[in-house]
């Protein structure tokens, strides 16, 4: 209510409020003006007096049209199909519609014809009824009493009826003043609403940032442990290959080795001889050992012969 603030454009504009609710209240209803006319059809329209009474449950348990709409949303899909529109008429208090009135209502409410409600339908109708029938969450309505064919102003709060040709100048005031406050409180629940349903949307995108930073954080760590498991891989396979890359050389070395031992024996067993000789004046002989090659002679068994005939009787 940040109007309240200038004192004078407070007092204009309660004053400019109550101007037209005495205007519209006050207007005949047998005018044949095209304004009048369309004045009298909202006032006598059926879904307005269903709209009028849904408000003022509305102002009587504090809730929102838009929340008690879809708390009658039985199958989940966000609209109001007959027999939910049904189930809520029959909740709303001394709100008693016929099944053809109710179908009524229901016709005028689908506004697009698509044989559903939606909750927005009903703040367009809602809007419409506070254009002709009073303000939103106020518990102040007007319409034409069926019965008079006059103009009534209903609370539907404490039941109090005041006819037009009955009406005072100070209780006009006054329910001007409790249109105004009933106003600004349905705006101030509207902008709390509307604060909590931003402060969740807020939430879930903070929860839904993080969710997805965390799901980046572990796709990270699940591509170093894929590239340390590809490095570690590849780090066994070259350990693999040079194993058996030193273990084929060790192979071909021994067999080489091998290979050259047999032909260093066949070169040592020609290289070296053993002689024996009688020694003179006696029976006894000596054994001696020489070099083919040079005739180097050797009073024992020369080493190489050893090393590569260990098992010889030479």
């Known amino acids: 209510r940040k109007w309240l603030r200038n004192r004078e ?47 003022g449950h509305l102002f009587a348990t504090q809730q929102l049209m838009c929340d008690f709409v879809l ?83 209903h609370n539907l709060q404490t039941g109090e009826r005041i006819f037009d040709y009955e009406m005072k100048y100070e209780k006009l005031r006054k329910i001007n003043e409790d249109n105004l406050v009933a106003e600004a409180e349905y705006l101030c629940r509207k902008s709390q609403h509307k604060a909590r349903d931003d402060d969740w949307v807020l939430t879930l995108k903070n929860y839904a940032a993080i969710t997805i930073q965390q799901m980046y954080q572990s796709w990270c760590m699940r591509r170093k442990m894929d590239s340390l498991r590809f490095r570690n891989r590849k780090f066994l396979a070259s350990l693999k290959e040079n194993v058996d890359r030193k273990a084929a050389d060790l192979i071909v070395a021994t067999i080489k080795g091998r290979n050259e031992r047999r032909k260093i024996k066949k070169i040592i067993a020609k290289a ?26 050797f009073e024992h068994r020369p080493r190489l012969h050893k090393k590569y005939f260990p098992r010889a009787n030479w």
């Not at 409020?17 to 369309?38: D, G, I, N, Q, Y």
């Not at 109708?125 to 019965?147: F, H, N």
């Open 272 to 297: 070296y001889a053993k002689k024996v000789e009688k020694i003179p004046g006696s029976n006894e002989e000596k054994v001696y050992y020489i070099q083919v090659s040079n005739k180097h002679r």
């Open 71 to 153: 708390s009658f949303d039985q199958d989940g899909d966000g609209y109001i199909g007959p027999d939910e529109l049904m189930h809520l008429t029959n909740c709303v208090e001394n709100l008693n519609l016929s099944a053809n009135q109710i179908r009524e209502v229901f016709s005028l409410l689908d506004m697009d014809n698509d044989g559903i409600i939606a909750p927005e339908e009903f703040e367009q109708q809602a809007r419409i009824m506070e254009k002709y029938c009073g303000t939103l969450a106020s518990p102040w309505k007007m319409y034409v009493d069926p019965d008079e064919k006059v103009n009534v102003l």
């Open 9 to 55: 454009q407070s007092k204009y504009i309660v004053e400019k409020r109550f101007a037209e609710l005495k205007v519209k209240f006050e207007s005949a209803p047998t005018s044949t003006s095209a304004e009048s006319v369309e004045h009298e059809r909202q006032l006598t329209s059926i879904a307005n007096i269903a709209i009028v009474y849904i408000e």
